[in-house]
């Protein structure tokens, strides 16, 4: 077993409702930003897994996130594998 | 006759619906979200608050509690579940109801009376109330803006799935799309709305409208029972 380091990027999918990214660009005008446009907020979680594979982990952290950390009806999501950060504590 | 009112930590609207379930003549019983059985009630209430803080997203992790399983087996079972505003997003996330409450397009937290159309008349949410009577009743949330790909908006009202819609002459409150302020499953046993029925259950809170709709499921749960 290894441990696992992932980070899911979760984002609202194309053409959903953003009130908080909306809310967010109407204020750049004040930061003389005017040019930047489609700001969509997000939010991105990190994870460590035990696992005997990469595969085995990122399976588990996608499975996850479709059940949890995501809301698959309005979000997408992104696993990115992370630099493993070795054992976690005492072995089992 | 007997409402279980479901129970997780940040819920905060329990004691006020316990209290408008026996106005209208039942029994109330608050269930922990730990517990795995519903205690025998006829239908359940999941009531307003935050649960579980609303962290991640309203009503995510709250669909994940040991309650859960014994709440979708009964909503299987056809019995009567009614999600009030968390509890709606709570029942949105555990795909008892369809469609998703997003945060208000209006900037704010909006705490204020509206007015409700009601589509139908003959649920068992809705079978006290008196044909083309609005409801008024207070709603207080941060998102509740209901969304669904316009498709399956069209299949819902033709389904007859809408139940509530803001209406004049406050309107609507948070960007809901098509004014929807209440929806039932396809079976029509299961029902969410954002509005709170409790919090206009007597005179003094400035409604008792909001006791119709308890009066409504407890009724139903009567007319059930005298079948069974």
Known sequence: ?92 | MKVAVVVFPGSNCDRDTAHAVRLAGAEAELVWHERVELGGADAVIVPGGFAHGDYLRAGAIARFSPVMAALREHAERDGLVLGICNGFQVLTEARLLPGVLRRNTTLRFENRWVRLAVERVDTPFTRAVPAGMTLRMPIAHGEGAYWLPDAELDRLEAAGQVLFRYAAPEGNPNGSLRDIAGVTNERGNVCGLMPHPERSSEALLGSDDGLLVMRSLVESMAAVGAAA
């Open chain 1, 1 to 92: 077993m290894a441990t696992y380091r992932f980070s899911v990027s979760i984002m609202p999918k194309d053409g959903i409702l953003d009130p908080q990214g909306r809310a967010v660009e109407a204020s750049l005008a004040a930061l003389d930003a005017a040019n930047v446009h489609h700001v969509r907020i997000g939010r991105r979680v990190e994870v460590d897994v035990e696992a005997g594979s990469t595969d085995e982990a990122w399976a588990t952290v996608d499975r996850l996130s479709g059940e949890l950390l995501a809301n698959p009806l309005i979000e997408s999501w992104e696993i990115e594998g992370l630099h493993t950060p070795g054992p976690l504590g005492p072995s089992k």
